[in-house]
Nanobody, 115 residues
């Protein structure tokens, strides 16, 4: 079992930045592939960015060039650096960790971008 705790969300003006953190409860977190997802009101949850255990990354087209996912295995933490935030980035952001058939979700952190 892995517990995930997201933090770093908040209210920010358009064009601003936030860094989200996803902290895991287990030191073997390094073997997990991790993804950041988001869900806006009335919309489906979508993948924003992902990082494999080997450090390969992928991004949704809507955030390429603005968001960066990274991991610090020594701290069992994955980050999502979000720059040049737009109104449409407003959503609850969730962290997901996968290994084999196991999949774990955090509770989510709210990101609100204002004009």
């Amino acid at each position: 079992q892995v517990q995930l705790v997201e933090s770093g969300g908040g209210l920010v003006q358009a064009g601003g930045s936030l860094r989200l953190s996803c902290a895991a409860s287990r030191s073997i977190f390094s073997i997990y592939a991790v993804g950041w997802y988001r869900q806006a009101p009335g919309k489906q949850r979508e993948l924003v960015a992902g990082i494999t255990s080997g450090g390969s990354t992928n991004y949704a087209d809507s955030v390429k060039g603005r968001f960066t996912i990274s991991r610090e295995n020594a701290k069992s933490t994955v980050y999502l650096q979000m720059n040049s935030l737009k109104l449409e980035d407003t959503a609850v952001y969730y962290c997901n960790a996968k290994y084999g058939s196991a999949s774990y979700w955090g509770q989510g952190t709210q990101v609100t971008v204002s004009s």
